[in-house]
């Protein structure tokens, strides 16, 4: 397939809904189990076909244009898988904020990967194209699959969850990140104080949709005593009538869950002007 001369692509943010730390791993990383869900804001790029060389530019982010950017690292792994250059051009315009827990450049990343293999002609086999993501970062093989689901193992191992709600959300990006790698190295196992909740894989098999008492994050535990913005965040958020509110990912992102979209517009107009950040209205992708 001969590529378009300039594809125009979307990379959705994601959200986790649930965030359990299962233990550590013998390579080093967390186990975790986590129920994801992509929502409706998005990071831009356009891939241009035909130039001397691979280039990414990232206008306001310079540190996103080297080689370590995981865009760069997805398209230096495909080229090793088909053994041919990929000489294209990559513009990416960010809206998803860094370092927000939102997993904007593993979504970038994966975003790329599929859409320079289907303008190939799909010479990588889905189930190859997954282990590729796996390589690049723990959150690659979720944004492939594109949509709601539960990551296990260190998040590589994605198990679809079809029909699941898409809900309404409104989030509250702090003008500063969490580290993290910073923010695992605070979690102390085991996780003792750890309630009673539902296995999230059993609601699934069940067909049942988690209550709000099954949404957790383990990471807050460690985060949030570091970081008494991001707890006020969060009880600025269950004050407007959220189902519940919760940190994504390790942070810095608070993000409250509403089921209907009246309720989450009224909270979004009533946060956006009290100063915690960037607030944003998403909705749930299915």
Request: hydrophobic share 40%; proline share 7%; aromatic share 8%.
């Amino acid at each position: 397939m001969i590529p378009v001369q300039v594809l125009k692509i979307f990379a959705p943010a994601k959200l986790n809904l649930t965030l359990e730390i299962l233990g550590r791993r013998p390579d080093g990383y967390h186990e975790i189990r986590s129920l994801m869900q992509p929502v409706s804001l998005y990071d831009i790029l356009w891939l241009q076909y035909g130039q001397d060389k691979l280039a990414v530019h990232c206008p306001g982010h310079p540190e996103l244009e080297t080689e370590d950017n995981l865009i760069c690292r997805a398209v230096r792994l495909l080229e090793k898988e088909i053994s041919r250059p990929l000489t294209w051009t990559i513009r990416l315009l960010k809206r998803i904020p860094v370092g927000g827990g939102l997993g904007g450049g593993s979504s970038d990343a994966a975003t790329v990967l599929f859409a320079l293999n289907r303008q190939l002609g799909g010479p990588v086999e889905p189930e190859r194209l997954a282990v590729l993501a796996a390589k690049i970062g723990s959150d690659v093989p979720f944004f492939l699959q594109k949509g709601t689901a539960l990551a296990l193992g260190r998040g590589e191992r994605i198990i679809p969850w079809p029909n699941f709600p898409p809900w309404w959300y409104v989030l509250i990006c702090p003008d500063f990140p969490v580290s993290t790698s910073w923010a695992y190295n605070r979690v102390k196992l085991p996780l003792t104080e750890k309630t009673e909740t539902s296995n999230i894989i059993s609601l699934r098999e069940r067909g049942e949709i988690p209550g709000k008492d099954e949404f957790r994050n383990d990471l807050e535990a460690g985060v949030l005593p570091d970081f008494p913005q991001l707890l006020k965040m969060k009880e600025a958020l269950l004050k407007q009538g959220c189902l519940q509110a919760l940190m994504s990912g390790s942070g810095s992102t608070i993000f409250g869950i509403w089921d209907d979209q009246d309720g989450a517009a009224q909270a979004f107009h009533a946060l956006k002007g009290q100063g915690w950040g960037k607030v944003f209205i998403v909705r749930g992708l299915s």
